[in-house]
């Protein structure tokens, strides 16, 4: 009898789940450091939205905030790190439209963007610069159409690595002017600019917060900015669509998001933290600094703007015929 209410005794307690529930632990919710993925390496717009952001998150949670720089491929190593990370709400992962564009880029990535995820809201939007170095003989788009067509093949452009914003919007423009220009990926924004500036690359289209501090100090030149309307910090620079390529748009985003399983209380609270972090003075003045517009959107309309994203530019892959190198 002793030995039958023993074994009973283990198996219940084989069927109770190790650890406290979801909502207990949501509640304790956090005890400990917070980890941010940033998958580019510091220097880049990405960094610099982080660690604004991080430092905000630190200051309302009470708790440190760490941001993990994670480059390469075109950030989808940082991605596969983040997707495997543990759902306990102790790591988040700052997604970029480089994500939306490597679902239809890449033949095969070690996570899904959409399954493995839980978004919880978009961060900011920046505009990307047409950037040259001083060395190339242009002052517009068109001159630098002019310039391309008549030197096909002699313009190298630089990414942040293959499907990375800088990478796509490149493509678009080769494609919508009909010209060519050598695709030179990096693992990130800071060591593509470090090479422009030395002129080792000639061209960029840039994201406004890794550009402008370049632009303003005259170590780069400005032709356009690539979104719909032109850019406040740029008032004076006209938009790719208004220089001559009309239609031409591309806007990058940044986004935070959880692995698949976070708890849902967990969820719901970063995101009330960090819409509340966006609509705070120095949040938006920092992010007028690098030429950005705040978000702060429901984790169910970021996840429906990821599926339209996705759609979206698995079109202009096919469309431009943009490869992974």
Excluded: C
């Excluded at 069927?15 to 304790?28: D, I, L, N, W």
């Excluded at 800088?166 to 060591?191: I, N, R």
């Excluded at 501090?213 to 208004?242: I, M, Q």
């Excluded at 702060?296 to 892959?317: T, Y």
Aim: glycine share 10%; no cysteine.
């Amino acid at each position: 009898m002793k030995i039958i209410f023993r074994t009973a005794a283990i198996l219940i307690s084989l069927s109770v789940p190790f650890g406290p529930p979801a909502s207990a632990a949501a509640e304790s919710w956090p005890a400990r450091t917070i980890t941010l993925i940033v998958p580019f390496p510091a220097g880049g717009t990405t960094d610099i939205v982080a660690r604004s952001l991080g430092q905000k998150l630190s200051d309302a949670l009470h708790q440190p905030v760490v941001i993990d720089n994670r480059g390469g491929g075109g950030g989808t190593l940082g991605a596969a790190v983040a997707a495997k990370a543990a759902p306990d709400g102790y790591t988040f992962f700052i997604s970029t439209i480089a994500h939306a564009i490597a679902t239809s880029l890449y033949k095969q990535l070690p996570y899904d963007f959409e399954k493995d995820f839980i978004p919880i809201t978009v961060i900011a939007s920046v505009p990307n610069i047409v950037i040259v170095h001083p060395s190339v003989p242009v002052n517009s788009v068109k001159e630098l159409i002019d310039y391309a067509k008549a030197n096909p093949g002699k313009l190298n452009y630089g990414s942040a690595g293959n499907g990375s914003t800088e990478h796509l919007s490149a493509e678009l423009f080769k494609s919508m002017a009909g010209v060519q220009m050598t695709h030179v990926p990096y693992k990130g924004g800071a060591p593509m600019m470090t090479d422009l500036l030395g002129g080792q690359i000639q061209i960029a289209i840039e994201t406004s917060g890794s550009a402008l501090p370049h632009v303003r100090g005259g170590k780069v030149r400005a032709l356009a900015v690539t979104t719909a309307t032109r850019s406040p910090a740029l008032p004076d620079v006209p938009t790719v669509s208004e220089a001559g390529l009309v239609g031409y748009e591309m806007t990058t985003w940044y986004g935070i998001l959880a692995p698949k399983g976070t708890p849902k209380e967990i969820v719901a609270k970063i995101n009330q933290e960090v819409r509340a972090i966006l609509k705070s003075p120095e949040m938006k003045k920092r992010l007028d600094e690098i030429g950005a517009e705040p978000g702060g959107i429901s984790p169910d309309q970021f996840a429906a703007f990821i599926k339209s994203e996705i759609a979206k530019w698995a079109k202009l892959v096919k469309q431009t015929g943009a490869t992974v190198d």
